[in-house]
C-alpha cells in the first residue's frame, strides 16, 4: 500500500504530529514496551503521552519561533506560509498547529492543507 496525494483539503498537523508521537514514544520510552490502542485507550500513562506530544510538537516546530508566530496581532496566509518556509515545514502543518492552539480559527486558511489517502481509496472513487 501506499499513500497518494488528494485534492481534498485535510487536517495537516494531525497526521504529522501523530507519527512523529510515535517516534517520540519510541525514543523516550524504550522499543520494549508494548502499546496498544484499544477503543482508544493506549494504557500509556499520563505522563508519558505528554512528553511524546511535547516532542512531536517541538520537533515539528521550534518553540521559540512558535511563540513568536503565535504572538502577533495579525496572522495572514502570507505570514503562515512563509513562517513554515523559515522552519521547514508544510503551510498545513504551521496552520494546524494555530488552529490547535486555537490562535487561528478552524475554518481559514484549509486551503493551504494537503490530504493524503490511501491509493485502494482513491481507485474505489467512481
Known amino acids: 500500500m501506499r499513500l497518494v496525494r488528494s ?3 485535510d487536517a495537516g498537523y494531525a497526521p504529522s504530529i501523530k507519527i512523529i508521537n510515535q517516534a ?3 525514543l523516550k520510552h524504550g522499543k520494549r514496551m508494548t502499546f496498544l490502542d484499544i477503543l482508544g485507550e493506549d494504557g500509556l500513562h499520563p505522563d508519558e503521552e505528554s ?3 511535547a516532542f512531536a510538537r517541538d520537533t515539528l516546530i521550534p518553540p521559540a519561533k512558535y ?3 503565535a504572538g502577533l496581532p495579525s496572522i495572514g496566509e502570507r505570514t503562515i506560509r512563509d513562517f513554515a518556509e523559515q522552519v521547514g515545514v508544510s503551510a498545513g502543518i504551521v496552520l ?3 488552529q490547535h492552539d486555537g490562535v487561528v480559527g478552524w475554518q481559514r486558511f484549509n ?3 494537503v490530504r493524503y489517502k490511501w491509493d485502494h481509496e482513491v ?3 467512481p
Do not use: I
Open 7 to 9: 485534492h481534498l483539503p
Open 24 to 26: 517520540g514514544h519510541l
Open 51 to 53: 512528553e511524546a506530544d
Open 67 to 69: 511563540a513568536r508566530l
Open 96 to 98: 494546524g498547529r494555530l
Open 111 to 113: 486551503h493551504l492543507k
Open 123 to 125: 481507485a474505489d472513487q
